[in-house]
């Protein structure tokens, strides 16, 4: 007869000699939950009396459209069925009009992906692998999605199950890749533990719960019996060591959002570079926005389909006229900056329209302006605006980190070496430049970071302010200058392929996401 301590006398009572049981099985019989039954296994494990196998199960969920997608026909059955009631050829165009729905691209995507449909100047045509579906009425990847839409399926062994129910689980897979709109896939360990030899001939002397105290209370420790007790404890070998590494339940604390984390280190990043960091507003006049970058009013940046412009109020307040005067000069004929300017007329009026800035590089020029005396080195990151559809690497509502350097000294290696530092710092394998264009600028150059499976990224662009930017606010000396995405550097970061994540409340993804570097 043997005294074992609470926990793991449960688990050898639970356990019968050549059975395998599982840690949910465990659960249920004993009523621990998983975190002590592993914790359990693992101090039995330890002394050689239960074994514990590990099996990797893969568990599908569906989403909220995947749950919607009815029967399990997915979207291109659908269209294929119409495409084949219609003759079985169908001119691109007419998809729309023909499903009743404005966006088929889905639709056009899978069909051709699928294999079901061949796309040739415009004209989809069922082929044999789509008549083969027609008659086969649903595929794997549907055949899967209509079972999970059942519900009641057992999580434990969920592959087992489906392929009871008929479903080939690879091939559903394989459909489903990329479609995680539709089913997340998520591999699960499961464990399950057996009795050793050890184990079964300890089981078959008798065993016993010895009785345990799991905490010291004020009450024991006020009486005299405490001694007493403590003794007995490590004559049974009850006394364990507290051990940090057994298994428990994750814990997701709250914590910060990543882009916060990002823009956190960013800051620091230029704290440490010896930079102060300035604001400036959100919605700004074009006159900050654009014309004192020596962006000619014409330019296409400005248009109203790159550029939100506020219906309310329309205009703000420009800075001092002597300012004004020499913005507007330099635009017309160069002023006194050696320059021939843009030569045209330029407008007043346009320079007073309100805009949502469209890069953070208002910010250098206002700081500039504000007070051009070298040495100095400053930073703003603000939120930034561009009419643009987004995709994987852009979106409409976005930031930016800007900075200048003002220094008698600087060069352009200045500005690659600073920025070399700060992407590396951010995460960057590899950091490029390549010669580029800014109407503020000369010369000016792109920055490319190298990040993991999306390869070479453009991070920002930069150069050294022109004179014709530089003058009219009566600084004499280089301004190094450059502009680029914080959401970027985030993806960098945290190793993200779509930018669209960091604004989608994707919980799993912001409990695992790891803050520190
Ligand atoms: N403002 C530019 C952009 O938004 C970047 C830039 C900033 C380029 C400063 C040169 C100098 O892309």
Redesign the pocket.
Known sequence: MIRLPELEYRILAALEPGKVVSVAELVEATGKDQSLIMAGATLLAKRGLVVVTEEANEEFTLTQEGAEVEGGRLPERIALEKIDKSGGTLAFAELPTLLNKKDVRAEVKWLTKKGWCSRDSGVLAITDAGRAALRERDSADERLIWYLCQGGYPFQQMDHALQHAGIDVAAARALLKGRDNLVKVKTRINRRLSLTEAGVALKAGGIKRAAEINQLTPEMLATPRLVQITNDMIAMGLFRRYDPNLPTAPKYPGKEHPLQRVIQEIRQAFFEMGFEEVASPTVDTAFWVFDALFQPQDHPAREMQDTFYMAEPKCGRLPDDKLVQAIARTHENGGDTGSTGWRYKWDIEKARQLVLR????SA?IRALAANPNPPRKVFCIGK?FRRENTDQTHLAEFM?I?GIIIDEQATLATLFGTLEAFYKKMGAEEVRFRPSF?P??EP?AEVFAKMGSLGWVEM????I?RPEVTRPLGCKVPVL????GVERIAMLRFGLEDIRKLYMADIDWLRQARLSG
């Open positions: 469209t890069h953070t590089t250098s930034t930016q800007d800014f503020y600028t000016s920002c662009g930069s150069g302010f200058a450059w502009g680029g």
